[in-house]
């Protein structure tokens, strides 16, 4: 799945306010409403955590179900707020995310059945550890509990992370924007509705039904019930989540990924990886902003990348270096080095050597993906030892770093954090582990209760 | 290690603060002073994560070497917190924690040298998924980065974290309590100085070299240069932490163990688990504090408990259906169940079943570490699997939550968090993970190119 970048999607920052549902509660009722919510929730992920794996599918296969059946409200419901878009003048790509059709219906209704037939993550045994003392501890996955999701926009989030989420055992709390409410609770409803048919427990998928900015601050605060916070949308609420989470929070900021071309680059696959990163489909976060070229074949190299580039219309932001070499570039900026353009627009740089490529990119990049194009195996096992991003490739584009190019089977999210999960998260990603231990009587001091 | 529970560990906010080092510094110069170290520990944490298996061992025992030959300074050192312990009164366990002596100097060497001999968790493949398209991702465990380290009272935390977090190839920043300020800084020079006659990158272990409390705000703000933070105090510490960390928290919070003697016990061998774990070391974390009684043997086993509980000098605080079978005990208060005493005194309830014990277990426990005890492993079994705690024991006591018990070898503590760490933290769980991507040029479209 294309992940958007953070970047993109907090355009939507500047949507005006749609409107706020129950806009008459107090605070104390957001928070009473929403802590019951959470009380529930923490019943549910009990009763989801003991359901075996086909019983998850049966109640996954019958949310899809009941999502093709509820077509015609739910598409009644996304009316609704494409109506109340064009009062606010929405237009363009921001309109487009918003618009529920029978396609897009069947594709989340498709995605689904593709989740239920996924392996369950739930209960498989991680390791164990046999002590001299006779007991045995297995290290067992679990799920994590209850997760909250805050996101922004498309209405296909609703049911992406629910289903994720209930697949690996998790109970979900969900607070979408307010652009996109009724189509959420359209969604939401369908899939509690066919859910509930086959015994997902009441309470495991709940969606807030209104969009009080209050919520958000509701959620961060309830570590009595969420175990755990996904802000899926754009930096503005990732930055204003993690200020206010008293859980973790797992985040995917934006992706500012870099490409060196070492000396020894196979130098037209080096253009080929960077054409790829760059133009295949620019507004992701796994494209393409930053091309590193060592010093050593800037001259050779530089005008066939810049070929290309005009072939595609990429706008160049050159360093000083690089405008000796080649006319007609944009000079860069300071600020450029830390843009993600998501846009036809590529940095470029001429560096030193390896260690200065490494330097610059552990400066500037966001940690996401980064990859080196060389025939010098050392050299291209040094760059994968020495960058501190989640995903490094070696003449391999960037564009791989995707759940599903991985192998993952569905992806919630790619983590630019380094703590439980980083990179592509499926669904292991979204389990806990527990360690359960056996034994005959096992006491720390034998000898001290023998003396008795 | 025993490791003190948070709890206990918090009686130390009520000692009255100790002498601020350079309290004329404002805020700004705290936090220049601060961000320069994170600055430093950022680029000695690349040069941490390149060391080899050997370079670090090498590294390790020059430390131990170290502290041993600065012993006298150290001593003088903590001599000076101890006078000023004495100024303001404290006595007991509180003033004890504080004494660094002989012993206590060679205990520290001796665990610097035993963690330079476990094995290097840095660099080992996790996985590796080889796709169709010819890509090969493989998953190596990398270190985590910079962690910065909050802790109270006893000196011997600069060490043993410090030491924990350079074997798994971490940068700390070190921020100990106004109490222990001089050994810390001794402690810390010593380390420092025989490191780096090994090779120990300059900014790898820093302690900040003053106890205002603003220093604590700006750690917990600096997510630029901290991957993660780890508080080792009280609760309220921990609590400060989590409510302005912008970076994840691993957190250990109360251990309220449970023990449920279930219908199918052996009597013997659960009032045998329960002493070990109430009165074998009272003020740990992995102590129990409360146990379960299935109704249809409490008649016969609770003056079995009472008993032994008399014999230890053990208060029970009970439950009305306690109380009527048992004279002699304390009623228990609504906010007993939440207790965590580290003390000679115990809870006890009589529940009706198994499903009825891990309701009250979910509600109450820190989800540490509870026991069941049973012969009936199908009763067992649903306990494992329906309590949602660390730790979880059948027929085993509780004690046993531990690193060194688990055969980690060490451990920087128990984590009650679900994300990331669960449990007993050892060397592994103080690293994170990153994908290694290799190709021969392998791009997401190559139709696209091809057409060109």
Known sequence: MDRISASEAEDLGSIPSGPTIFHQMTSEEIQQKIYQMGQQARGAALALSLLSADEKSDILRAMATSLRASRVEILAANAKDISSADERGITGSLRDRLI????????IAGGIEQVADLPDPVGEKLGTINRPNGIKIDKIRVPI?????IFESRPNVTSDAAVL????GNATILRGGSEAIHSNKALAKALQEGGEQKGLPVGAIQLIPF???????????MDKYLDLIIPRGGKGLIETVVSMARMPVIKHYDGICHAYVEAAADQDLAVAIIDDGKTQKPSVCNALETVLVDASLAEEFLPKLKQRMDVRNVEIRACEKTQAILSGVTPAKEEDWGMEYLDLIISVKVVEDLQAAVAHINEYSSQHSEVIITKDEAQAELFLSSVDSACLYHNVSTRFSDGEEYGFGAEIGISTDKLHARGPMGLVELCSYQYRVTGDGQVKDIERQAGL
């Open 100 to 107: 529920l059709d029978d396609a897009r219906i069947e594709a």
């Open 145 to 149: 509990g209850v997760i909250g999701i």
């Open 165 to 168: 989420c209930l697949k690996s």
């Open 211 to 221: 969009t009080d900015r209050e919520s958000v601050k509701v959620l961060a605060g």
